[in-house]
């Protein structure tokens, strides 16, 4: 069974930074595209960005450049790195994987593995 473990969260005053983390275990990273997605208070879901491990693909939902994805592909490890963090940015932010790069771009809710979340809060 694929875990995933998110870390990383906190509490940031606007225009600030956070680096998140997810952890995955059980995951062969060629077979797998794993991506960041996001809910805040009273919202749906929303992807926020993905790679493909397979071809190193990364794909982004518009944050105007703000976020950046990145990886440890020895330890499969997955980042974001949230820069000029906004109160909009408030949110849980959850770590999923699949064997489709589109079903994590495109179809979340078939997507196979989800992390618990981890929080964000950004001050104003």
């Known amino acids: 069974q694929v875990q995933l473990v998110e870390s990383g969260g906190g509490f940031v005053q606007a225009g600030g930074s956070l680096r998140l983390s997810c952890a995955a275990s059980?995951?062969?990273?060629?077979?797998?595209?794993m991506g960041w997605f996001r809910q805040a208070p009273g919202k749906e879901r929303e992807f926020v960005a993905a790679?493909?491990?397979?071809?190193?693909?990364i794909f982004y939902a518009n944050s105007e450049g703000r976020f950046t994805l990145s990886t440890d592909s020895a330890k499969i490890i997955l980042y974001l790195q949230m820069n000029n963090l906004k109160p909009e940015d408030t949110a849980v932010y959850y770590c999923?994987?699949?064997?489709?790069?589109?079903?994590?771009?495109?179809?979340?809710?078939?997507?196979?593995?989800w992390g618990k979340g981890t929080l964000v809060t950004v001050s104003s």
């Open positions: 059980r995951l062969t990273r060629n077979g797998f595209a």
């Open positions: 790679i493909n491990w397979g071809n190193g693909n």
């Open positions: 999923a994987a699949d064997v489709s790069i589109n079903t994590i771009r495109y179809y979340q809710n078939g997507i196979e593995y």
